[in-house]
């Protein structure tokens, strides 16, 4: 899994509270539960430079096309874990980013998904917007 930027300003942290509705029997964050906290992630990402609502204005969408995600350790109803987002590349219409949840040092979970930006009006693929690039894309990806 990718390794997090030493820039912070290229990183995004949030902390992801655990809801009782979030856990199975056994006490353990059910998986869907991550799928909803990178979806958070992604938004608050967004929300720092471009967010959605200056998105829909632009006629312009995220569309994600890929998760993958490798649970290392358990999360039960007493931990607090927090997550970091990051932008691996930003290359011609395609996006990938990566993720940790992590308690402490600990790292609970990595994902990575891959997407794309489309205009809304032709659902055709569009570049990631300019705000988002010079932010988060990767040093050696930035104009």
Request: glycine share 4%; proline share 12%.
């Given at each position: ?11 995004v942290e949030r902390d992801l509270p655990i809801r009782t ?59 607090r874990p927090r997550g970091r987002i990051w932008a691996t ?55």
């Amino acid at each position: 899994m990718p390794t997090p930027p030493t820039d912070p300003r290229r990183l995004v942290e949030r902390d992801l509270p655990i809801r009782t509705y979030d856990v199975d029997f056994a006490g353990i964050v059910s998986n869907i539960v991550y799928v909803r906290w990178l979806e958070d992630l992604r938004l608050a990402m967004m929300e720092e430079v471009y967010p959605v609502s200056q998105a829909v204005a632009d006629d312009v969408a995220p569309v994600l096309l890929e998760t993958r995600i490798a649970y290392e350790h358990p999360l039960t109803l007493q931990d607090r874990p927090r997550g970091r987002i990051w932008a691996t590349s930003m290359r011609g219409v395609r996006w990938r980013i990566a993720a940790e949840i992590r308690v402490g040092d600990t790292v609970h979970a990595h994902a990575e998904q891959a997407g794309l930006f489309i205009r809304l009006s032709t659902r055709r693929p569009v570049p990631p917007p300019a705000p988002l690039v010079e932010r988060y894309a990767p040093p050696e990806e930035t104009p």
